[in-house]
């Protein structure tokens, strides 16, 4: 959903790198609220029986096209462009009445969030501050997010200095997530504490294909084949990974290089618990997280609330 400044930036021509730049230096003293908060606004369509929540890093893109499937207007948004979040937030957020739409869904129909491993997203959104955009473009918005952990760790001045990824869990650990950009901040939001309806239900990423069929079965929707789960597709920059425990030691301790390039580690949550302080660090962090999925997880088989 566009909020004000993404508004007048784009009357006034703002290219969009540079606009991303300037809503993640916004976020860092104006956050979001409401359903806005961290730009997670839920998905709702007359034509699906279901609200879906998602998260930056956290299979977003393969929700919103389930999500799109299901409200019939997946061939529509992949026509308008192949990057669904574009139809999502040109066209659908845009809609005559979303939010207020938006809550009467809330109260009428279910509301499932997809949701990551908490451990790998925050690996997956570190090594996304590596990315040669980073190094290459002046504009691109995660220079002002590096520049300002590297600042507040005391690590150095500039964007381009050395973070260890320990260094970045502490400063996830520390920070008032409301002020976070969405792809550093926690995937649970503060307005689902008050949802019509209660929690969300669960869907999990890494479980992404046999939790949405136990959606759909439960209500009565097609099931979406093997073939059709593979044509949701992703957001194009997953990083190739592998088994590297030496790497990751590495990557925890002195940092990884700017711009990262080649194969990452494989890291999860059981990754980062061998090492003590990070381990805390990381639940510090994304408690919430591990909270909602432990309560919310077994509510995927049905509308039970």
Excluded: C
């Excluded at 997956?124 to 952990?149: G, M, T």
């Excluded at 992703?234 to 088994?243: C, D, L």
């Excluded at 591990?290 to 049905?302: D, F, I, P, S, W």
């Amino acid at each position: 959903m566009p909020g004000r400044l993404s508004k007048i930036a784009a009357r006034l021509g703002v290219p969009a790198n540079r606009l991303n730049a300037l809503s993640a230096r916004w976020r860092m003293r104006f956050p979001h609220e409401g359903y806005r908060e961290h730009h997670r606004v839920p998905l709702w369509h007359e034509n699906a029986p279901f609200v879906l929540i998602t998260s930056q890093r956290a299979g977003s893109t393969l929700g919103t096209a389930w999500f799109l499937h299901h409200a019939g207007l997946l061939d529509r948004a992949k026509d308008y462009d192949p990057f669904v979040h574009r139809y999502e937030q040109d066209i659908l957020f845009r809609r005559t009445g979303y939010l207020d739409g938006l809550e009467q869904a809330l109260r009428d129909k279910p509301v499932y969030k997809l949701m990551r491993d908490p451990g790998e997203r925050a690996f997956a959104s570190y090594l996304q501050l590596h990315n040669a955009e980073v190094a290459d473009d002046p504009r691109d918005h995660r220079r002002a997010v590096r520049e300002r952990i590297v600042q507040e760790m005391g690590l150095g001045s500039t964007y381009d200095t050395p973070l260890p990824f320990a260094d970045f869990l502490r400063f996830l650990a520390q920070a008032d997530h409301r002020y976070l950009e969405g792809h550093e901040a926690r995937q649970a939001n503060l307005y689902e504490k008050n949802l019509p309806r209660g929690l969300p239900a669960v869907l999990r990423l890494e479980e992404f294909g046999p939790d949405i069929r136990r959606v759909e079965e439960s209500l009565g929707l097609p099931l979406s084949s093997n073939s059709e789960i593979e044509g949701f597709g992703h957001a194009g920059h997953r990083v190739p990974k592998r088994e590297d425990a030496e790497g990751f030691r590495r990557m925890m301790n002195e940092g990884a290089g700017l711009p990262w390039h080649g194969t990452a580690p494989m890291v999860t949550t059981a990754t980062i618990e061998a090492y003590p302080e990070a381990k805390a660090l990381l639940r510090q962090a994304f408690g919430p997280d591990y909270e909602l999925l432990r309560t919310q997880t077994n509510k995927v088989a049905g509308n039970s609330r």
